[in-house]
């Protein structure tokens, strides 16, 4: 069942799961709170991949792209 | 946001290019390096993008997001620019979860660590996105574009869908198994920490 049940997390977090199975699923997280840890973990993932940050541009990359901007003005 | 910028570039407003190039320099490399050999070639596919962007704005329409044309655009130039070798793992190892960590009746074997005090629900940030960003570089491309579009950078699903050129459910089967990996890497930082 868990080893199943770890199967269906993505499914449920995007709201594909039918009435039925999200019920079942989310019967079995109360059950068992290995599974309802599982859960949090892919969450908390989730949520550390949503903090990285963009690096900021380099000079050179800054003034490449100006220098591509300023090329197009002049066409 | 992008429908301002967008207008001041059409007006020639060079400083409004340069604030949409930084915002979305880096995740378009991201990507791009996913896709393709070397990170030379990646570059060049984003220069490509922003010189397609630059040429093609007038005609954008805006029918989907900004993001979404902008990120197309840089999937085909990659995709044409050369492909990176495939290297899918092999069937067992497409499992969310090690099966090992389960017993005879698919329960779990042990219990599963804690990652954080219930006081602290979030992890810190400044320990584990570090990680998390190197943990995303050893995924299988495909699967390391879905959870990139998808998480890092918040694409929704039908978006994400738009610019990878895929179905529904192959990204869901993706990011499936991108996020298992990932919580997977996690969780054995955590066991030596």
Same mark, same amino acid.
């Given at each position: 069942m868990c080893q199943q049940a770890v199967e269906l997390v993505t499914d449920y977090l995007e709201g594909a799961l039918s009435r039925r199975d999200r019920r079942r699923f989310e019967a079995h997280l109360k059950a068992c709170p290995d599974c309802a840890a599982y859960l949090e973990q892919i969450r908390m993932t989730i949520q550390l991949a949503g903090q990285i940050e963009p690096e900021d541009l380099t000079p050179e990359a800054r003034a490449d792209l100006t220098d591509l901007y300023r090329r197009w003005r002049s066409e | 946001m992008d429908g301002e910028l967008l207008s001041r570039v059409r007006t020639g407003d060079e400083e409004a290019f340069v604030m949409l190039v930084a915002r979305y320099q880096q995740p378009m490399l991201r990507l791009a390096c996913s896709l393709v050999s070397n990170q030379a070639v990646a570059e060049e596919a984003?220069?490509? +993008?922003?010189?397609?962007?630059?040429?093609?704005?007038?005609?954008?329409?805006?029918?989907?997001?900004?993001?979404?044309?902008?990120?197309?655009?840089?999937?085909?130039?990659?995709?044409?620019?050369?492909?990176?070798?495939?290297?899918?793992?092999? %069937?067992? +190892? =497409? &499992?969310?979860?090690?099966?090992?960590?389960? @017993?005879?009746?698919?329960?779990?074997?042990?219990?599963?660590?804690?990652?954080?005090?219930?006081?602290? @629900?979030? =992890?810190?940030?400044?320990?584990?996105?570090?990680?998390?960003?190197?943990?995303?570089?050893? =995924?299988?491309?495909?699967?390391?574009?879905?959870?990139?579009?998808?998480?890092?950078?918040?694409?929704?699903? @039908?978006?994400?869908?738009?610019?990878?050129? %895929?179905? +529904?459910?192959?990204? &869901?089967?993706? =990011?499936?198994?991108? &996020?298992?990996?990932?919580?997977?890497?996690?969780?054995?930082?955590?066991?030596?920490?």
């Open positions: - | 984003v220069q490509d +993008t922003w010189l397609g962007v630059v040429r093609g704005i007038e005609q954008f329409e805006g029918r989907s997001s900004f993001k979404t044309w902008l990120f197309r655009i840089l999937v085909n130039r990659a995709r044409s620019a050369g492909a990176r070798e495939p290297s899918e793992p092999s %069937i067992d +190892t =497409l &499992r969310a979860v090690d099966p090992t960590r389960f @017993d005879a009746q698919g329960q779990w074997a042990d219990p599963l660590d804690r990652w954080a005090e219930e006081s602290e @629900d979030r =992890l810190d940030a400044a320990t584990w996105v570090p990680i998390l960003k190197a943990a995303l570089d050893e =995924l299988p491309p495909r699967q390391r574009q879905v959870v990139m579009l998808r998480d890092v950078e918040g694409f929704a699903s @039908d978006e994400a869908c738009a610019v990878l050129g %895929i179905s +529904t459910g192959n990204q &869901r089967i993706l =990011l499936h198994r991108g &996020r298992s990996r990932l919580r997977e890497i996690l969780d054995a930082e955590m066991e030596k920490s």
